[in-house]
């Protein structure tokens, strides 16, 4: 009932007066995957090109990085400010996404994880999801620390669990629990992702940073950078900057926390995200704060669905953040 009355008022107008109220709010935007027809959470085309409408009629789309720098330089946030981010490195972004952004030049950033470019390794949710799709054999417990998986369930009762609780532990528990899913699938994991699953090239990447399109930092492997050593995750912030510059040269760049939420990252992660090179970071959720901290700037979600897709855009969203005080963390 609430939703209905708030989609009914943006209609009749409220959705404008959100816009004008929070124009000093840039709404950051968080996308994943992109599809020609409907297929999973994936954006399509159709919806996504009259997003860019919506955008390019309503607001001052700009990368990141654009951003970064205009509040650095004038320590003002631009009216209307729009942000398209889009994360991990899906080569669908190139195929769908890009050719849009291009004909409406609308500019975005894409946040890349490097080894996946590299085809060093394949996203790692991708291989559980992949392993539980191609398994010959759905029998035996499957432990991960303090929790046991019944590998007998279906993949829908069993990958978004077994993905949720793999996030919050370290990476070598991760990697170890995924190849003793593969032994107990009794198949053998690609060493390369999938078409479905599969990543940009740099070549890729090269040309679209030429069309405008900032290529930010995703981390070197997409762990947990909350649930690592501190050494190690100082290697897949700084070593993703590094492999970005090495490959498609020296401009201004910003970085996205794998994940994204408030375990996933903290003050001492920030100041090592401050001290790479990188201009700004975001999360993966949205708060009160919105841009008000540094180097965790939130981010609202980008999604199919209109009703919730024009509450990120038009300022709804915040305004309930600020209303409720809204606060997942405070840093």
């Not at 009355?5 to 404008?16: D, H, N, P, S, T």
């Not at 816009?19 to 000093?24: A, S, W």
């Not at 790692?124 to 303090?146: A, C, E, K, M």
């Not at 990543?199 to 930092?217: F, P």
């Amino acid at each position: 009932m609430k939703s209905a009355v708030i989609e009914l008022a943006g209609k009749l107008g409220g959705y404008q007066l959100a816009r004008v109220l929070t124009r000093k709010q840039p709404k950051i935007l968080m996308y994943h995957r992109f599809s020609a027809q409907k297929k999973g959470h994936a954006v399509t085309a159709a919806t996504f090109e009259q997003q860019l409408q919506l955008i390019k009629h309503y607001f001052q789309p700009m990368t990141l990085a654009a951003l970064a720098q205009i509040i650095k330089q004038t320590g003002r946030t631009p009216d209307n400010a729009v942000v398209i981010t889009v994360d991990d490195g899906y080569r669908d972004f190139y195929e769908v996404a890009y050719p849009l952004l291009k004909h409406y030049q609308v500019p975005a950033t894409f946040f890349v994880t490097t080894g996946f470019v590299n085809q060093d390794l394949w996203l790692w949710p991708d291989q559980v999801l992949w392993l539980l799709r191609n398994r010959t054999s759905s029998s035996g417990r499957l432990i991960v620390g303090d929790k046991t998986f019944d590998l007998t369930e279906s993949v829908k009762e069993l990958w978004w669990p077994l993905v949720l609780h793999l996030l919050t532990v370290e990476n070598h528990i991760r990697l170890s629990a995924i190849a003793e899913l593969t032994r107990c699938s009794e198949v053998s994991l690609p060493s390369t992702a999938p078409d479905e699953f599969s990543a940009v090239t740099w070549a890729q990447l090269e040309e679209m940073q030429q069309q405008g399109i900032e290529i930010g930092g995703h981390t070197l492997s997409h762990p947990s950078l909350g649930h690592m050593p501190v050494a190690e995750a100082q290697v897949e912030i700084n070593g993703s900057f590094d492999v970005l510059r090495q490959h498609l040269g020296d401009r201004p760049r910003t970085f996205c926390y794998p994940n994204g939420q408030p375990a996933d990252y903290s003050e001492e992660i920030k100041k090592i995200v401050s001290q790479s090179g990188f201009l700004a970071a975001v999360t993966a959720y949205s708060d009160q704060f919105n841009v008000d901290l540094p180097w965790a700037w939130r981010r609202f979600v980008g999604c199919e669905e209109a009703f919730q897709f024009n509450k990120s855009l038009f300022g709804v969203e915040h305004l309930g953040n600020q209303m409720r005080r809204t606060q997942r963390c405070n840093y």
